[in-house]
């Protein structure tokens, strides 16, 4: 097998948005090639067990698994001839040079029995298929055993079958946490409360665009069945201000806040016997790869920087096109519109066929459907912010970079006495973000206590800037040519 491999399109991703992307990239006829860092294709959405498990996954605890089902259909019907797939394998860096993209590639820590891939890739099209990860704020206590993000806990079922602990609170805020508190239930675990930070009356200004998406409806009716007959406590514009233990999760404070975002006195209550708590404040976009690669990005309505595409997925990158998450946070059914935009354009661009040029233009169907989900993503935004007053809950001793064990206190001395207003300088400063996750977990929050008026975009900008992507050995930092060495170590 060659070192380097060369495809008209490469998906990064293999979640709702890549698996569209290629299936569809391929059915136009471009040579496709989709990496991913899990085993397996699916995505944190559809994440499940391995495939060899018996009895095989039936889809119990995933929404939406007969769409998995029809993509995955035509995905494995491309493999072996258009399309190749490498499981287990992170994009560690992406070069934009004059004949398309050059991405380095390294095994994942997820890659199990993952067969190994080649170490570069280059495609004249490139689409990014990222997905995100949760958006945290911290609270005091929330970096004890036993506090996980509300995604992590709902990937964790899928994958392993079993509970992360019998006792939960589930926090936040946003539809997402329904489906986390149901899939808890469903697979035995007691949920002790739900606690929105919003309230669901913001949801009243929306109603029209609401109605536009009837399976919203009935998804979110489906979940209310279940916290019926789980005797679900759904708790609104209620937060969880400190996570209580010695050594692990016992206990949580919760209080109820106004419409700004802040604790009401007198409405503060204790919730004992757990061991398990999961917080979900919406998602951010992972945006290494495109940032690097220098597409235009904006902050979109839920305070995530997203990256600009036009009606195409097509990015102000030539040749680059962004679908699910990394274009804004949409969930699952946005994202495989987007996939299956963004795959014929890409595909067509190549002119790989004479059929795939005269398919250039995009489906207008597709875009009239993306449109319609975008509207409701931006309603649910709305509807669901970050509580404003969120930073008031911290103490000066609360860790805020958990990496590196930076305080509240520490980024508060840094803002006042070293002029660190963002969060590139609060790096500098305080280390924050300069740990393993990067500033992945905390990069949101460092940049809301850095500013005056919470984060800016250059402030997120310069959390998502990472010439190197994930973690990598220094004998692959050896296959770079000097010249780019030196532009990671200046630019990082």
């Not at 060369?6 to 059915?27: N, Q, R």
């Not at 944190?44 to 067990?49: A, D, E, G, M, S």
């Not at 803002?415 to 740990?435: E, F, N």
């Given at each position: 097998?060659?070192?380097i491999?060369h495809?008209?399109?490469?998906?990064?991703g293999?979640?709702?948005a890549?698996l569209?992307a290629?299936?569809?990239?391929a059915?136009?006829?471009?040579?496709v090639?989709?990496?991913?860092?899990?085993?397996?294709p699916g995505?944190?959405?559809?994440?499940?067990?391995?495939?060899e498990?018996?009895?095989?996954?039936?889809?119990?605890?995933?929404h939406?698994?007969?769409?998995?089902?029809r993509l995955?259909?035509?995905?494995?019907?491309?493999?072996?001839?258009?399309?190749?797939?490498?499981?287990?394998?992170?994009?560690?860096?992406?070069?934009?040079?004059?004949?398309?993209?050059?991405l380095?590639?390294?095994a994942?820590?997820?890659?199990?029995?993952?067969?190994?891939g080649?170490?570069?890739v280059?495609?004249?099209?490139?689409?990014v298929?990222?997905?995100?990860?949760?958006?945290?704020?911290?609270?005091?206590g929330?970096?004890?055993p036993g506090?996980?993000?509300a995604?992590?806990?709902q990937?964790?079922?899928?994958?392993?079958?079993m509970?992360?602990?019998k006792?939960?609170v589930?926090?936040?805020?946003?539809?997402?946490?329904?489906?986390?508190?149901?899939?808890l239930?469903?697979a035995?675990?007691?949920?002790?409360?739900?606690?929105?930070?919003a309230?669901?009356?913001?949801?009243?200004?929306?109603?029209a665009?609401?109605?536009r998406?009837?399976?919203?409806?009935l998804?979110?009716?489906?979940y209310?069945?279940?916290?019926?007959?789980?005797?679900i406590p759904?708790?609104?514009?209620?937060?969880v201000?400190?996570?209580?233990?010695?050594?692990r999760v016992?206990?949580?404070?919760?209080?109820k806040?106004?419409?700004?975002?802040?604790?009401?006195?007198?409405?503060?209550?204790l919730?004992?016997?757990?061991?398990?708590?999961?917080?979900?404040?919406?998602?951010?976009?992972?945006?290494e790869?495109?940032?690097?690669?220098g597409?235009?990005?904006?902050?979109?309505?839920?305070?995530?920087?997203?990256?600009v595409v036009d009606?195409q997925?097509?990015?102000?990158?030539p040749?680059?096109?962004?679908?699910?998450?990394?274009?804004?946070?949409?969930?699952?059914?946005?994202?495989?519109?987007?996939g299956l935009?963004?795959?014929?354009a890409?595909?067509?661009?190549?002119?790989?066929r004479?059929?795939a040029?005269?398919?250039?233009?995009?489906?207008?169907?597709?875009?009239?459907?993306a449109?319609?989900?975008?509207?409701f993503a931006?309603?649910?935004?709305l509807?669901?912010?970050?509580?404003?007053?969120w930073?008031d809950?911290?103490?000066?001793?609360t860790?805020?970079?958990?990496?590196?064990?930076?305080?509240?206190?520490?980024i508060?001395?840094?803002?006042?006495?070293?002029c660190?207003?963002?969060?590139?300088t609060?790096?500098s400063?305080?280390?924050?973000?300069?740990?393993?996750?990067?500033g992945?977990?905390?990069?949101?929050?460092v940049?809301c206590?850095?500013?005056?008026?919470?984060?800016?975009?250059e402030?997120?900008?310069?959390?998502?800037?990472?010439p190197?992507g994930?973690?990598?050995t220094?004998?692959?930092?050896?296959?770079?040519?000097?010249?780019?060495?030196l532009?990671?170590?200046t630019d990082?």
């Amino acid at each position: 097998m060659s070192s380097i491999e060369h495809y008209d399109v490469a998906i990064i991703g293999a979640g709702p948005a890549g698996l569209a992307a290629a299936a569809t990239a391929a059915e136009h006829g471009a040579r496709v090639v989709c990496i991913d860092a899990n085993d397996q294709p699916g995505g944190q959405f559809w994440r499940h067990r391995p495939e060899e498990t018996h009895p095989a996954d039936d889809g119990s605890l995933h929404h939406d698994w007969k769409t998995y089902l029809r993509l995955r259909e035509r995905f494995d019907a491309a493999l072996g001839g258009s399309l190749r797939f490498y499981a287990g394998r992170h994009v560690w860096m992406a070069q934009r040079e004059e004949s398309g993209f050059t991405l380095r590639t390294t095994a994942s820590a997820q890659a199990g029995r993952a067969a190994p891939g080649p170490q570069t890739v280059r495609a004249t099209r490139l689409v990014v298929c990222a997905g995100g990860y949760d958006r945290q704020l911290p609270v005091p206590g929330w970096d004890l055993p036993g506090v996980m993000a509300a995604g992590g806990i709902q990937a964790f079922i899928k994958a392993n079958g079993m509970l992360p602990g019998k006792r939960f609170v589930v926090a936040g805020t946003g539809p997402f946490l329904l489906p986390v508190a149901a899939n808890l239930a469903d697979a035995g675990g007691a949920v002790a409360a739900v606690c929105e930070s919003a309230d669901l009356t913001g949801w009243f200004p929306h109603l029209a665009t609401a109605a536009r998406v009837p399976a919203k409806a009935l998804e979110g009716a489906a979940y209310a069945k279940s916290f019926l007959k789980h005797r679900i406590p759904y708790r609104t514009r209620t937060v969880v201000t400190e996570v209580l233990g010695s050594d692990r999760v016992q206990a949580v404070r919760t209080a109820k806040v106004d419409s700004r975002g802040r604790t009401v006195p007198g409405s503060e209550r204790l919730i004992e016997d757990v061991d398990a708590v999961g917080f979900g404040w919406g998602f951010t976009a992972q945006l290494e790869l495109p940032v690097a690669l220098g597409a235009e990005t904006r902050v979109d309505d839920d305070g995530s920087l997203v990256g600009v595409v036009d009606a195409q997925q097509h990015s102000s990158v030539p040749g680059l096109y962004l679908a699910g998450e990394v274009s804004g946070v949409g969930g699952a059914a946005l994202a495989v519109v987007e996939g299956l935009i963004a795959g014929r354009a890409a595909a067509a661009a190549t002119a790989a066929r004479p059929s795939a040029a005269e398919s250039s233009a995009a489906d207008p169907r597709l875009v009239r459907k993306a449109a319609t989900y975008r509207a409701f993503a931006r309603a649910m935004h709305l509807a669901h912010p970050v509580p404003a007053g969120w930073q008031d809950w911290l103490r000066p001793d609360t860790t805020v970079c958990r990496c590196e064990e930076v305080t509240a206190g520490d980024i508060a001395a840094a803002k006042k006495h070293l002029c660190a207003t963002d969060a590139r300088t609060m790096k500098s400063m305080t280390r924050t973000g300069m740990g393993w996750c990067q500033g992945k977990v905390c990069g949101f929050a460092v940049s809301c206590l850095a500013g005056a008026e919470g984060a800016s975009a250059e402030s997120l900008q310069s959390v998502a800037k990472r010439p190197v992507g994930v973690p990598v050995t220094l004998s692959e930092l050896l296959t770079l040519e000097d010249e780019q060495v030196l532009e990671i170590t200046t630019d990082h």
